[in-house]
């Protein structure tokens, strides 16, 4: 999620744990401990390293279920010994150190990026999708509840900022589980009942969802508003460059990328090299992760390169076409 969000989640977390005279102090921790885990992003930055090692080594050691609370004990242990209010209340402040990092990993795992939840083990990172990376509808009642403490002390107000943020999660579960629901349906009827599939939001709302099921030659593209639709959602079928794909299968960076995508990629040819893009976030024909990996030697062969972001222009802003889409069906 971004970076308000977790800031937000993370000084609710600690303000709800602690004393009422600590209240305030208990929301700037908090609000630290939530940022903490996404401070990966800074080493990583300063590592010569290329686009896709970043975008696969990032939300991995700093947000493993098995490290953090080994960090929150160590801070906590830290704090103890130099500041006056930890000693005065060391198990609460225990606690909300711990929720306010742990609950970092489990929001960041309801987005469909990717999350590695288990390392150093290595399955394949979780990725929910049920929330978009920014939701206004989930930070709002945080973010107010901090306010609201940071004036009067209040813990009821983070714990209904808590409960209010946590239905939206259960809430933004149940539309997609719906979503899939439909989709399965769908999808069967087109043949693909046992296809690879994923349904995630589209920005900024969970009223308007994107799905995504992969073919033999490519993949369907199609969206279920929850307000407007009722006819079956329409798929649109696009193609990718199976061949090429097939040639690089074994490269390093595309075994990587299969590994944290799941193999939700779109390879296509431009100017020799081949790029594949991330299918998971965006939508055709704008996709915010792409990455040149390969390309062609005059004999027609793919060779193996460093891989590199790729960029071309965008379509224009879609925005507008999400809420009109919303309230409309085709």
């Known amino acids: 999620m971004d970076s308000l969000s977790q800031l937000v989640l993370g ?15 208990g929301l700037l921790v908090g609000a ?15 590592l010569d390293l290329n686009p896709v090692e970043i975008m696969t080594w990032h939300r991995a050691a700093s947000h493993s279920l098995f490290l953090i609370p080994i960090v929150g004990w160590l801070l906590w242990f830290a704090l103890r010994r130099w500041w006056q209010p930890v000693r005065e209340a ?25 999350t590695q939840l288990l390392w150093p083990l290595r399955p394949s990172p979780v990725m929910t999708g049920s929330l978009f990376i920014i939701d206004p509808v989930y930070t709002l009642p945080l973010l107010v509840a901090c ?14 900022g808590l409960a209010l943020s ?24 087109l043949g693909l009942s046992d296809a690879p599939r994923f349904a995630t939001p589209t920005p900024f709302n969970t009223l308007l969802w994107r799905v995504v099921a992969l073919t033999p030659g490519g993949y369907v593209e ?3 508003s929850l307000v407007a639709d009722q006819k079956p959602i329409q798929f649109r079928a ?36 081949l790029i594949l893009s991330d299918l998971r976030m965006g939508s055709e024909p704008d996709y915010s992760f792409r990455f040149a990996i390969a390309e062609k030697t005059p004999a027609g062969a793919w060779t193996p390169i460093t891989p590199a972001a790729a960029e071309w222009p965008s379509a224009t802003n879609r925005l507008t076409g999400i ?3 919303l309230w409309n069906e085709p």
Not at 32 to 46: H, V
Not at 93 to 110: R, S
Not at 147 to 160: E, K, T
Not at 167 to 178: E, K, M, P, T, V
């Open 11 to 25: 000084a609710a977390c600690t303000a709800a744990c602690v004393p009422a005279a600590h209240r305030r102090a």
């Open 32 to 46: 630290a401990m939530g940022t903490l885990p996404d401070l990966d992003i800074i080493p990583l930055s300063l």
């Open 90 to 114: 060391p198990r609460a402040w225990l606690a909300g150190i711990q929720l306010a990092l742990v609950t970092h990993p489990l929001l960041d795992a309801t987005t469909i990026y990717g």
């Open 147 to 160: 306010i609201v403490a940071a004036f009067n002390r209040s813990r009821r107000a983070v714990v209904i």
């Open 166 to 189: 946590t239905a939206y999660i259960g809430w933004s579960l149940a539309a997609q589980a719906h979503v899939h629901r439909i989709a399965e349906r769908d999808l069967a009827s």
């Open 222 to 224: 199609g969206y279920r």
């Open 238 to 273: 696009y193609t990718n460059d199976t061949a090429a794909f097939a040639a690089v299968t074994d490269f390093p960076a595309v075994r990587e990328l299969r590994w944290f995508n799941r193999g939700f990629m779109k390879s296509e040819q431009r100017d020799g090299r």
């Open 323 to 325: 809420w009109t889409r």
